[in-house]
């Protein structure tokens, strides 16, 4: 059996704090706006709602220009113990998906919406925008992300996989020493279409969004019942993780 570790993370936050008003006083806050690494954590805060309705909702969005009804997921404010008061915060982390996020605060359904249209209870109301965040980026979209291992078809190998925004060229370092990475694959990458995809949402403008750039680097000669540590490495910004 062959045993690996990844490398130890040090993440570093940019704190900050920025407003949008609404229309009729109700803000919506978010900190920091600028995150290191995905998975990074952001504060939402909010208040002035003179009377909240325990429908109303965040809504999440990326890339932050998409429409109200486009976004990719939601809380409600009635989730913090203190939403009666018309205010409230909320924490959650991002995952760096190549384009900024923007929330967006919406009055919900002052009635109950009847049980047996699934589909409006599917969807959140977008009728009554109240404020806006300001949008939150990361330092570097070409940071990669959901990197993961994955069975070779050869004995002694494993692979590495990981998506960047970019068709940068990449590597994995390992070795049997946390501090003397001495081995090096270089990975191969590639990407697909909107044509290639099947059907619509997937295939449509509403739906679709770039994936980016899977990579694929092989670790070889790998020794059985050992410990193995790596890093992924990329030429535009020397940077690894």
């Not at 040090?10 to 995905?38: A, M």
């Not at 429908?55 to 113990?81: C, H, K, M, Q, R």
């Not at 190998?157 to 081995?183: A, C, H, Q, W």
Request: glycine content about 6%; charged content about 20%.
């Amino acid at each position: 059996m062959i045993y690996l570790k990844s490398l130890v993370l040090v993440l570093v936050f940019f704190s900050s704090l920025c407003t949008r008003h609404g229309t009729s006083g109700q803000t919506l806050e978010v900190s920091p706006i600028l995150l290191k690494h995905s998975n990074s954590n952001v504060t939402l805060k909010w208040k002035g709602l003179s009377k909240p309705l325990q429908s109303d909702w965040i809504g999440v969005y990326n890339p932050a220009d998409s429409g109200d009804g486009l976004y990719i997921g939601y809380f409600l404010l009635s989730e913090d113990t203190e939403w009666v008061q018309g205010s409230g915060q909320w924490t959650l982390p991002l995952v760096n998906m190549r384009e900024p996020y923007e929330f967006r605060l919406f009055q919900g359904h002052h009635t109950p919406i009847d049980s047996g249209k699934i589909n409006e209870l599917c969807k959140q109301d977008t009728s009554h925008r109240l404020s806006i965040s300001e949008r939150v980026s990361f330092e570097n979209f070409n940071e990669p992300t959901q990197v993961h291992l994955s069975l070779s078809s050869k004995n002694q190998e494993m692979n590495v996989m990981f998506v960047t925004r970019d068709p940068i060229k990449s590597y994995v370092r390992y070795g049997r020493n946390n501090e003397k990475l001495d081995l090096l694959g270089e990975a191969l990458s590639l990407t697909y279409q909107r044509s290639d995809m099947c059907d619509d949402p997937a295939n449509s403008s509403r739906g679709w969004r770039e994936p980016g750039y899977i990579h694929t680097a092989a670790m070889k000669d790998l020794d059985s019942g050992q410990i193995y540590y790596y890093q992924v490495e990329f030429d535009v910004t020397k940077n690894a993780i």
